[in-house]
């Protein structure tokens, strides 16, 4: 199907804070909107650790829980995905001494604890939260072989799922600010949009909205797409019907190498549209957060660059996209270090991140002055 014509939208007052006493949110038509009906422009970033064997959210060793909140929010971020293992919730054990060393309060405390304890540190500042079920297993995604490609495993099965999401809404139910919970982080491998119940991830996002929304019927329910949530075509034809209407958002992900050999805007466009830009521009807008993009912050040349296939190339392109339709979107990560995981090294510098390796200051200025003019602030 060829793209629909590109189409204007006005700014909806990127990187705000959203007003405690305009909540909760809602959906209606292609956008997010307050209890007022006004639109609500979700312009986030991802804060990834608390889903790794750290159990604990990254720079919590280096910096004040504190400080490293007022950062994301001077930058302009106006709410964090924050990303979690079934590991962390059920197992819940106490998060090693290392990983918050910066931050002595923390010392002793069992994972969830310090989750909240981050939850809350957010939400104080005003900066709003979407949950983010990443892994069954602790550990550092994604592979097509990790064991969890799908929403459960023999370890963490369907039920486990269901019931960590009603644990996790019930928890937070309480905090306003806490708007949303992303079912599950980048469905792949045998994930499949229909199709048998075993690998059927719209059928599985019906139930865990549903299990959500019953426990907290103001959440906001963020359902990627399949294929490492770059594919959302099979909206189209089964959409995702919850309990509790106007709270459903898909979710896409995208990065450099999702799309290949595009030489220009339009390719990429060409390209994204039948798999979920479509959502955006088509004939039926719906609501679409695009929950991961990310680039390197090792040069200027990542964030706009005029060699077709770099880094710089893509991210140009797409954050044009954003700003161009008032998109919602998340970053990936504001992390300046890498927490442990395979191929990953505690403590070394996150070379996509937005805050440097002392997470006290931006990594390239060049990322986070485009990242601010994508946010219309």
């Not at 990834?48 to 490293?68: H, M, N, R, T």
């Not at 995604?141 to 369907?158: E, F, I, K, V």
């Not at 809404?169 to 994930?191: K, S, Y």
């Not at 479509?278 to 609501?287: E, H």
Request: aromatic share 12%.
């Amino acid at each position: 199907m060829a793209p629909a014509a590109e189409r204007s939208m006005a700014p909806a007052g990127q990187g705000r804070l959203i007003a405690r006493d305009s909540l909760p949110l809602h959906t209606a038509g292609a956008r997010i909107v307050n209890r007022f009906g006004r639109p609500v422009h979700l312009a986030a970033v991802n804060w990834y650790g608390g889903e790794s064997v750290d159990f604990a959210p990254g720079g919590l060793q280096l910096q004040p829980l504190k400080q490293i909140v007022s950062e994301i929010r001077r930058l302009g971020f106006n709410a964090v995905r924050l990303p979690y293992s079934n590991q962390m919730v059920e197992q819940d054990p106490v998060v090693p001494g290392y990983a918050v060393a910066a931050n002595p309060e923390l010392e002793g405390l069992h994972a969830m604890q310090v989750y909240e304890r981050v939850v809350h540190a957010l939400t104080g500042q005003g900066i709003a939260v979407v949950l983010d079920d990443h892994n069954s297993n602790a550990e550092w995604c994604c592979s097509a072989t990790d064991g969890n490609t799908l929403w459960y495993n023999s370890r963490y099965p369907q039920r486990a799922w269901l019931s960590d999401w009603k644990e996790m809404a019930a928890t937070f139910r309480n905090d306003p600010l806490v708007i949303g919970a992303d079912l599950r982080n980048e469905p792949r491998g045998a994930a499949t949009w229909g199709g048998p119940s075993s690998t059927n991830w719209p059928a599985a996002a019906e139930l865990g909205g549903d299990a959500v929304l019953s426990v907290n019927r103001h959440l906001l329910v963020f359902v990627e797409g399949i294929s490492y949530a770059g594919d959302l075509s099979g909206v189209k034809h089964l959409p995702v019907v919850l309990d509790v209407p106007h709270h459903l958002v898909y979710e896409a992900h995208d990065y450099a190498w999702y799309e290949p050999g595009f030489s220009s805007y339009k390719q990429w466009y060409e390209q994204v549209y039948p798999k979920w830009a479509y959502l955006v521009t088509g004939p039926k807008p719906q609501p679409l957060w695009v929950g991961e993009f990310g680039t390197c912050d090792t040069a200027a040349s990542c964030v706009s660059d005029s060699t077709s296939g770099s880094n710089g190339f893509w991210f140009h392109i797409l954050t044009t996209f954003l700003q161009r339709y008032d998109v919602n979107w998340c970053y990936w990560p504001i992390n300046g270090t890498q927490s442990t995981g395979r191929s990953r090294t505690y403590g070394a510098p996150e070379t996509y991140g937005v805050l440097n390796a002392k997470w006290d200051g931006p990594a390239l200025p060049a990322l986070t002055k485009r990242l601010a003019q994508i946010e219309g602030s």
